[in-house]
């Protein structure tokens, strides 16, 4: 992801800023790392087919971070400091899958410098992931 900077008086509602990512066996095992989650339908194939997916499954919080990292590298970029995210898990992701993930700015806060972003999250047949909603403190630079 490509770094930006935007200022608070710089963005405008509507704005969007949006990433695909695909989803592999790698990053998932990355995370797993970091989440030490290594006996569930994340990390053992076998167990995620028994449970009636086709793969291995994604961590929401996976998904949560990939909000987080376009709200720092796009939208606002890394002016912004999040204060505040909030998400709903609609459907999961399995490895394998590519999602599309989408900010985009929904309010602006001029006595606080904040901004407030819908956040989407849909793979690439269109199903939808998640949802939910961000707080970002902006600095006017």
């Known amino acids: 992801m490509q770094k930006v900077n935007r200022s608070f008086d710089a963005i405008k509602i509507g704005d969007t800023a949006n990433e695909q990512i695909e989803i592999t066996g790698d990053l998932l095992d ?28 994604v961590h929401g919080t996976l998904i949560s971070g990939f909000f987080s990292a376009l709200i720092g590298t796009k939208l606002p970029g890394h002016n912004a400091l999040l204060l505040e995210i909030q998400c709903k ?53």
């Open 30 to 57: 990355r995370y797993i790392d970091i989440s030490r989650d290594n006996s569930s339908i994340h990390a053992c194939h076998e167990l995620a087919q028994n449970a009636g997916f086709a793969a291995r499954v």
């Open 89 to 141: 898990f609609h459907s999961p992701a399995i490895v394998g899958d590519v999602i599309s993930v989408k900010v985009s700015v929904q309010d602006k806060h001029e006595s606080v410098e904040c901004v407030s972003l819908k956040l989407t999250a849909f793979r690439a047949d269109g199903k939808k992931l998640s949802t939910g909603k961000a707080l970002v403190k902006v600095r006017r630079l």
